[in-house]
């Protein structure tokens, strides 16, 4: 589904190499978490893949199923099925979001060559999606993430992401932030979106998100490339013994 070979990006304000030949392929149907230590490159990969301004890709290159990312415009991977749930989701003010919601969906609706929804049809799939994900109806009318709490604020993005079914959903430290009893909600609502035809890469620095999102893969990020891959077991192997081993066993 997703496929990243030998990607190469540099920050271009700074002239500075962040990614390094970085190799990934996330499989429809699977969940791949991405850990490392501050500065790995974890977060600009999900910004190159979503089509963020201010990086430079000077090698490689990301496909979702088969089409090449890196030569769309960011509204374009959006309809062709790319979601990020920012580690900071931003707020727009005087926009509601319903309005904004409807909006986002109808845009790639369009771009698909499918039929716009109605007001009525809309209305009843969002407070669908909504209840199921113990949002308040309150929340719905207010403007897009202002005064929303963090908790909040993630789940609002899990809703747009249930909204939209995306083919590959990445999560960027959706945890950051988050109280226990938060992330529990964020993490059933990435849950109930998994099935077959959808793939999710999950960037965390705590092994216990993944506690609630069990990953089938995990993999260690360093000095901007995948230094090491493997299974759930990785990931508790960070959180016991830190990163220092697996980057001495990498050197």
Request: charged letters at 25%; aromatic letters at 4%; hydrophobic letters at 40%.
């Amino acid at each position: 589904m997703l496929e990243i070979k030998n990607l190469h990006v540099d920050l271009e304000e700074e002239d500075k190499t962040i990614l390094k030949g970085v190799n990934l392929t996330v499989e429809a149907g699977k969940v791949h978490a991405i850990m490392g230590p501050n500065g790995s490159g974890k977060s600009t990969l999900s910004y190159v893949l979503s089509g963020k301004d201010g990086y430079e890709v000077t090698g490689g290159q990301a496909t979702l199923n088969g089409d090449d990312l890196l030569d769309m415009e960011p509204e374009e991977r959006a309809a062709a099925g790319l979601f990020l749930a920012f580690q900071y989701p931003v707020e727009i003010p005087g926009v509601g979001n319903m309005t904004f919601l409807r909006t986002a969906m109808n845009a790639q609706r369009k771009a698909r060559g499918e039929d716009e929804l109605s007001a009525a049809e809309f209305l009843k799939l969002v407070r669908e999606k909504a209840k199921t994900l113990k949002i308040d109806a309150e929340m719905l009318k207010r403007p897009v993430n202002v005064g929303f709490s963090g908790g909040e604020k993630k789940r609002n993005e899990v809703l747009q992401m249930a909204m939209l079914e995306p083919k590959m959903c990445i999560l960027d430290e959706t945890d950051s932030g988050l109280d226990v009893d938060a992330m529990k909600l964020v993490a059933e609502g990435v849950n109930a979106l998994r099935d077959a035809g959808r793939g999710f890469l999950v960037i965390t620095h705590y092994q216990r998100l993944l506690d609630h999102i069990k990953p089938d893969v995990v993999h260690i990020m360093a000095n901007g490339r995948i230094i090491k891959s493997g299974g759930p077991e990785l990931a508790v192997e960070v959180e016991n013994n830190g990163y220092a081993d697996i980057l001495a066993e990498v050197a």
